[in-house]
């Protein structure tokens, strides 16, 4: 199945390791064996025969609680999609490229002649209320993710490709009238009609049309306004994947019993809990075997490399991190980015000369085992072809950043430069608080930028808290200039959602007419042209480059501590359900 990104459909944002400077020799030597120690890592545990029943304890690595907002329309954290794993479950299977196939709980047929994708949810698929999931359950999201009530980050202007999205979601129309339920509400199929298609739509991932369901039977009666604080939502979801939610102590665990009207049959464990563990105790957790599974730290991967009756599997993901640049604001009314000319981080010399005062290497070595990587665009390698090779990206150059700026006019009075008109430059920076690390990798950052003469302070003078972090990304804080997040990235490569002028996950809010003409030209018709779509692909990320309103920082091995008592669990594309287990297949060797 599809990994899949948060804010992803539009992507996540997320904390980041980063770090000091440089390294001993012995050090980098020894570094370096723990990135060729991950790259030899299987991404699946050795298949086996299961038995039936028994616990598995998942942790959940955070040192805030998590959200628990239990919809996928409205969830943005990454955090609350892992929580749900068990029970949330895509439409549809992918193979190993992410094109979706017919082996999921519904079909997908794409007609490019008659500008259709007919979706079948399959008979027997089942919410754990024992209710057959009908073809309004199927459209449902897209009234969710419309109507402007909901407040979903998760709407994109991409979606308006369907016919009468634009409308509905502008409050000009009551239903959306590219959605057909040709067989009535209580149906199994749903045909939609685009104005357009594009060569994305046959794989996961693609944003232009939704790939989960909502049970409408049970969420019908909550108004829009009130469904992201609604109990059903918060405390009693249901779901039609293999668990069903049995126990939840908010913010800090969940406990997943079997669906017993799961359309595969019966899943093979008792419970599945999930469990905040700060990550500064992730390392000894893992040590002491209190959790089944959990997610290496890279920062603590000597601690725990030899720990023994655990098996390692690891993969690199399809996310980075980024520094982006706020330039402006989302107006709610008009559905766009806006972005002010004048804002203080719109120069390009500034932003360009931030990004090359940045020491990656030196932090990688030093804080993550070798286990993370600078990447230079922001079309990760992963993809292919689309992948632009040629861009370099912003190597560590404090030479070039001092020329940028002093030919830019950001002249010194003092220790401190001032912007070219004169007036003192301060930046306020914002950054998540993490693990032990993050206080003197963030004062690292700071550092190389004092370095060029910039006044880079934190945001109140500290790591901001996960929620807070969000919240003012989001929702466009005045006091932020430039921010620390990480998108994880959806299996479809088009920057679309992330970075259109309708997607409200743009945070940065910039907004070009070259901008748009390129993504829109990555996603047009002419792009069923696959050496077409490469070439704008390639254009697109020069561009980004140059203009450095969103830079990109790093990537990292995934790496997974599992019980070598367990089987079933994979990371492959084709064997994960939106980037987490399938969990109908995991279980305890027999």
Request: glycine share 6%; with cysteine; hydrophobic share 30%.
């Amino acid at each position: 199945m599809k990994e899949k990104n948060f804010l992803c459909s539009i992507g996540i944002i997320a904390t980041c390791a980063m770090a000091l400077v440089g390294c001993n020799k012995a050090n980098k030597s020894n570094n370096e064996d723990s990135s060729k120690e991950a790259s030899k890592f299987p991404n699946a545990l050795p298949k086996k025969q299961t038995k039936q029943g028994g616990t598995v304890r998942v942790a959940v690595e955070t040192d805030t609680p998590f959200t628990g907002i239990f919809t996928d329309e409205l969830s943005v954290t990454a955090t609350d999609a892992d929580v749900a794993s068990p029970g949330e479950e895509s439409l549809f299977y992918t193979d190993d490229n992410y094109k979706i196939n017919d082996k999921g709980p519904a079909t997908m047929k794409l007609d490019q002649k008659n500008k259709t994708i007919t979706i079948t949810i399959k008979k027997g698929v089942k919410w754990s209320d024992g209710k057959q999931v009908v073809a309004k359950d199927m459209a449902y999201p897209y009234e969710i993710l419309a109507n402007k009530n909901t407040k979903a980050q998760r709407y994109s202007t991409k979606m308006e490709v369907l016919k009468g999205m634009k409308e509905y979601h502008e409050g000009k129309a009551k239903k959306i009238s590219g959605i057909e339920l040709p067989d009535g509400d209580n149906g199994r199929k749903m045909i939609l009609h685009f104005s357009y298609m594009t060569p994305g739509m046959a794989f996961s991932g693609n944003d232009y049309y939704w790939e989960s369901a909502s049970p409408y039977h049970y969420l019908k009666d909550v108004p829009f306004s009130k469904l992201e604080s609604s109990d059903k939502v918060r405390k009693r979801p249901i779901y039609f994947g293999p668990y069903k939610l049995d126990k939840l102590v908010r913010g800090q665990s969940a406990t997943w019993v079997p669906n017993k009207y799961y359309w595969q049959g019966k899943p093979k464990l008792d419970k599945i809990i999930y469990q905040v563990v700060s990550p500064n105790s992730t390392s000894q957790a893992i040590k002491s075997h209190k959790f089944d599974i959990a997610q290496v730290i890279n920062a603590q991967w000597k601690q725990v490399k030899d720990t023994k009756d655990v098996r390692f599997i690891a993969e690199i993901p399809l996310y980075y991190s980024y520094l982006g640049f706020k330039v402006g604001k989302f107006d709610a009314k008009k559905g766009k980015n806006v972005m002010n000319p004048h804002s203080k981080m719109n120069n390009k010399a500034l932003r360009q000369a931030i990004g090359y005062a940045m020491n990656v290497e030196d932090v990688n070595k030093r804080y993550n085992n070798n286990l993370s990587f600078r990447i230079p665009t922001l079309i990760p390698k992963q993809y292919g072809d689309v992948y632009n090779k040629n861009v370099k990206g912003f190597t560590y150059n404090l030479k070039k950043a001092n020329e940028l700026l002093d030919k830019a006019g950001y002249k010194k009075k003092g220790k401190w430069r001032v912007q070219p008109n004169g007036k003192p430059l301060k930046i306020n920076f914002l950054a998540m608080s993490g693990d032990a690390t993050q206080g003197p990798i963030i004062q690292n950052y700071l550092q190389q930028w004092h370095k060029i003469g910039l006044n880079v302070g934190l945001l109140n003078g500290r790591l901001t808290e996960r929620n807070s972090f969000y919240d003012k990304v989001q929702n466009d804080n005045p006091q932020v200039d430039m921010f620390l997040g990480a998108w994880g990235l959806s299996t479809e490569p088009s920057p679309n959602g992330l970075y259109s002028e309708g997607g409200p996950a743009n945070y940065t809010r910039f907004v070009t007419p070259e901008n748009n003409k390129l993504i829109k030209e990555i996603d047009s018709a002419k792009a069923f042209n696959h050496k077409y779509r490469v070439e704008k692909f390639h254009e697109w990320q020069q561009y980004m480059f140059d203009q450095a309103y969103v830079i990109p920082v790093f990537n990292a091995y995934k790496i997974k501590a599992v019980n070598n008592k367990l089987t079933g669990l994979s990371l492959k594309p084709s064997e994960t359900n939106n980037g987490h287990p399938i969990w109908y297949k995991v279980g305890y060797i027999k």
